[in-house]
């Protein structure tokens, strides 16, 4: 039966016409078609991409399903995969659906209805040494393509086309892009989602109503950036607008956290602007009307409580990129309460390594790129070749705060600038073209700052103004304290600066002048130094010369204590041991002495009501003494070497006593012609130097000094005329530097009638000499004298004198009357007793071997001639008294005359009976000076003082209470008088 209709279907194919025939072969053919596009394609293309796939790749590739309609010439891929072992998924998708269009084999041209992808997912991810999880994937299709041989280039691609291809809509949907950071200790990821159109895709097309496209990317917390544009192949061209909106920049920065030592803990970005690129005649991108926008962007320090830099609100519009011109163009940016938070640590300040990676050797080594790249760029500032030109038209901050803590002091200081408003127009890199600026802040919550300027980059040439009132000393008190023992209690700054910088290295040239309100210093708590109000006027600087000049420095109301401590220090000394010192600037003070010095220059400095106060803590009491109201003028200071300054100075010292010094100066090389005057200076503030070096306080005294004072070739010269007006000694001080004299008699010697010390001291000295001391010479010198005058009274007063020393006045051999050479003598010193009131003078008769040999001389002679015995040099003229003498002898001493003279007798009589009679003499003399008794000599002792005070009282008028008579001396050095001081 079956056989039977096999062979009636034969007969009727057989028996049929050709176009049945051609028919039955169409159909049968297409139902192959068919059964073969729906059920044996699909599996043989999943099998083999999937092989070609894992070959190329050498990962493993997963494909599902694949589904092919041969009648609707579309396929179909469900759940494609890379396998990653880090990411599950390499790359991969859920759909992709391809329809193609029979119509392209009359168009010339592979055409695709639609081509839509869906659940799109790339993943990459970062290990450490910087190694991704796809490169094995990279190097395995890189060791293929080197392993083929090179196949015969196409003819279009020898003549550089593209193939023909066409899709009339391309789409992406719910597709995501994925990136994990873990090439630190933490990985981070970030996920993208991503959808795109583009409508009527074509490699050739040229309309614009084909190849344009819409890209959207959306962020992990809401942002979104979409792309739309046309484009064309031949030559390339796109353009468009790109838009990002509300892109969260915390998780993009945590993929970088690894990187940089800061986090973002918030941030948003929006972006958009036009652009369109060409590919020929030149490479071209056109940015227009760009937009640029951050807010509340903030980047923090790990471990701080507030983020370093917060940026609320920061605009950049209407941006204009031209690569072809190489130009960038910012019409407006605007900054809105920026905040700045610097911290300063032994490290540096924090700001500076915010940017850098946390690994020290990564850290230098991007230390080291920034250097070089800004000095390539600052190189191409200097000489006008920057490769781009870079335009702002307006910079405005607004609001802005920068506050700068210091921890390396204890406790943390913080100053702040505040308030902070700033706008800059018309900033060029790259052309010659003026800039200008205005900005005005608050610092330290009270200070005013206000500044503007203009200039140009290349050359670089920048002339600003700036103003400063009210700033508050005592803010940087804690930095001045944390470098040596003093602070700033209190104090207002002003400052009023004009600049000009301008040349290569550059030159800076500054004028302008300064103000100083109520500021004191204090160290360790005590004022050291006050300022009511001060003033620097006139001020310029010049870096290119090295020169400061100012025209005046005006104090008013300064107060300046200079304290010797207990140990001996004064402030400068307390100060430098109190200074931070380190080997770096050792090394930095070496440098600066091979360095060209800058000369200053004040023309004048003017002192109103000031004093200067000076306190010697080391002497007991202490000494406390100062200049006050202390007023004049200072000019021409300089420290170019030979320059001399002149000083006009009026003071009065502790507040009575006129003290002024007039004259000229000059520090290198030393050089004074001064003139200091000091008058009725109450001696009493001088008990602590009297106490120590004298023995006793002051009792009351005025002090009077006029001084010249001569320095040239490092000699000092100096004339002083020193007057004390009733200077007195008080109370005995207990001290073992005093001198062991007794001063007060010394003082009373020096002291005139009308209670006036004069003393003339003039002093020299060697200033090079190291044991040179002034103030130690002057001591020295008046000591000195006063110690003269208390040990060598007389020598002092023989100035009154005439220069006739009074301490011995002689009387004639044996006799106590006062002749006319001792009444001259007593005279003398009456006048000195008449001009030293409070002296009084002691008499001591005595008597010497010349008195021995007058007494007995007398005694002989009266025994011989009585009362008329005219002395020996007559009595030998005569015969009669020779013979007498001659008898004297012989009948007192049993001896012949003639024994006594050894040698021959003159012939001559009358000279051998000379020759014999003063023998006689002599030998009688001799024997009879030896048998004077004490008692004689003591009398005439006795007699000698009393006829001397008899005479001062009654013929020269001297107190007798101011004579006195002194227990006599025998055998002494005198005959006559001793004269003694008492007081």
Not at 363 to 380: D, N, P, S, T
Not at 420 to 431: A, I, K, Q, S, Y
């Amino acid at each position: 039966m079956q056989e039977g209709s096999g062979v009636k279907v034969l007969e009727s194919w057989k028996q049929a016409s050709w176009k049945l025939k051609t028919l039955v072969i169409l159909g049968v053919l297409y139902l192959l078609y068919v059964l073969l596009g729906f059920l044996v394609a699909p599996g043989l293309v999943r099998d083999n991409a999937q092989q070609a796939l894992e070959d190329l790749t050498g990962r493993e590739v997963r494909i599902d399903e694949v589904k092919i309609n041969p009648l609707a010439l579309s396929a179909t891929i469900n759940g494609f995969a890379i396998h990653d072992e880090q990411t599950e998924v390499l790359a991969g998708f859920d759909h992709l659906y391809v329809n193609f269009q029979v119509s392209s084999l009359f168009r010339w041209a592979w055409y695709f209805d639609q081509v839509a992808l869906d659940g799109l997912t790339v993943r990459a991810r970062r290990n450490p040494d910087s190694v991704f999880n796809f490169d094995d994937v990279l190097t395995h299709i890189e060791a293929q393509v080197a392993a083929e041989p090179e196949a015969e280039a196409s003819t279009d691609e020898e003549e550089g086309g593209l193939p023909n291809i066409a899709v009339g809509e391309l789409a992406l949907t719910n597709g995501d892009l994925r990136y994990t950071e873990a090439a630190g200790k933490k990985p981070h990821e970030l996920v993208l989602p991503i959808a795109f159109t583009v409508n009527n895709f074509s490699t050739v097309a040229k309309g614009q109503d084909q190849n344009d496209y819409a890209i959207r990317l959306e962020g992990p917390d809401g942002g979104a950036f979409d792309w739309a544009g046309h484009f064309e192949f031949s030559p390339f061209l796109a353009n468009g607008r790109l838009q990002v909106k509300r892109v969260d920049l915390v998780s993009l920065a945590q993929l970088g956290q690894e990187q940089v030592r800061f986090t973002v803990p918030s941030g948003e970005l929006d972006f958009e602007a036009e652009y369109a690129f060409t590919h020929a005649p030149d490479t071209r991108l056109e940015i227009k009307e760009g937009l640029l926008a951050l807010r509340n962007l903030a980047f923090q320090k790990p471990g701080e409580a507030s983020p370093s830099i917060v940026l609320p609100n920061l605009e950049l519009s209407g941006i204009g990129v031209d690569t072809l011109a190489q130009t960038l163009s910012i019409p407006e940016m605007e900054i809105a309460q920026p905040e700045i938070n610097a911290v300063l640590e032994e490290a540096g300040v924090d700001l500076a390594t915010l940017f850098l990676p946390p690994d020290p050797e990564e850290a230098e080594a991007r230390k080291e790129q920034v250097k070089e790249k800004a000095q390539e760029a600052a190189e191409r500032i200097k000489e006008a070749e920057t490769l781009w030109k870079v335009t702002l038209d307006k910079i405005g901050i607004t609001d802005s705060t920068i506050r700068f803590t210091d921890r390396t002091l204890s406790p943390a200081q913080t100053v702040a600038l505040t308030k902070g408003d700033f706008t800059l127009t018309n900033l060029v890199v790259g052309e010659e073209a003026p800039f200008q600026w205005q900005g005005s802040a608050t610092v330290a919550d009270s200070g005013s700052l206000s500044h503007s300027g203009e200039g140009q980059l290349a050359p670089l040439s920048i002339s600003s103004k700036a103003s400063l009132a009210g700033l508050p000393l005592a803010t940087f008190s804690p930095w001045l304290e944390h470098e040596m023992p003093l602070s700033l209690s209190s104090g207002l700054l002003g400052l009023e600066v004009s600049t000009q910088v301008s040349g290569d290295a550059p030159d800076i040239n500054a004028s302008g002048s300064a103000t100083v309100q109520n500021m004191n210093v204090l160290e360790n708590g005590r004022s050291l130094l006050k300022i009511n109000q001060g003033a620097l006027k006139g001020l310029s600087l010049s870096t290119a010369n090295q020169q400061v000049q100012i025209n005046e420095v005006s104090l008013t109301g300064l107060d300046a204590l200079h304290q010797i401590d207990a140990q001996g220090r004064d402030a400068s000394t307390r100060i430098a041991a109190g200074t931070r010192s380190s080997s770096t600037s050792a090394n930095n003070d070496t440098d600066d002495n091979n360095a060209k010095p800058w000369q200053v220059a004040i023309k004048q400095v003017r002192l109103v009501g000031s004093q200067v106060r000076h306190e010697d803590l080391t002497v007991s009491p202490n000494f406390r003494i100062g200049l006050y109201q202390l007023s004049g003028v200072i000019s021409n200071l300089n420290t170019r070497p030979g320059s001399k300054a002149n000083l006009n100075l009026q003071a009065q010292i502790d507040r009575y006593a006129p003290f002024s010094v007039k004259g000229v100066i000059a520090p290198e090389p030393l050089y004074s012609d001064l003139t200091l005057s000091l008058k009725n200076y109450e001696m009493t503030s001088l008990t602590p130097f009297t106490g120590l070096y004298l023995g006793y306080q002051v009792e009351k005294g005025q002090l009077g000094v006029e001084t010249g004072v001569d320095i040239e070739n490092n000699h000092l010269q100096s004339k002083s005329d020193i007057r004390a007006d009733q200077f007195y000694l008080g109370e005995k001080v207990e001290s073992e530097e005093a001198v062991k004299v007794p001063i007060k008699l010394g003082l009373s010697v020096l002291r005139s009638r009308s209670g006036e010390i004069h003393l003339p001291v003039t002093m020299s000295g060697d200033l090079d000499d190291p044991s040179f001391s002034v103030t130690g010479m002057i001591l020295k010198v008046l000591t000195n004298i006063v110690v003269k005058a208390a040990t060598a009274p007389f020598s002092v007063l023989a100035g009154l004198t005439g220069g006739q020393s009074l301490e011995q006045i002689p009387f004639a051999p044996g006799s106590a009357e006062v002749n006319v050479d001792t009444s001259g003598s007593l005279e003398a010193l009456a006048k000195v007793l008449d001009e030293k009131q409070e002296l009084s003078i002691g008499l001591i008769g005595t008597t010497n071997g010349d008195d021995r040999v007058a007494l007995a001389q007398k005694a002989i002679g009266t025994d011989i001639d009585g009362d008329g015995w005219n002395g020996i040099d007559l009595a030998l003229e005569e015969s009669s008294l020779r013979r007498k003498l001659k008898r004297r002898y012989e009948s007192t001493t049993d001896s012949k005359v003639e024994s006594l003279v050894g040698s021959p007798l003159p012939e001559d009589k009358d000279e051998a009976d000379k020759l014999l009679a003063q023998a006689a003499w002599d030998a009688m003399v001799t024997s009879e000076a030896a048998s004077i008794t004490g008692q004689q000599l003591v009398e005439l002792a006795r007699m000698r003082s009393e006829n001397a005070k008899a005479a001062l009282v009654q013929q020269f008028g001297v107190a007798q209470s101011r004579v006195y008579l002194n227990e006599s001396k025998v055998d002494g050095e005198v005959s006559g008088l001793t004269l003694t001081l008492g007081k």
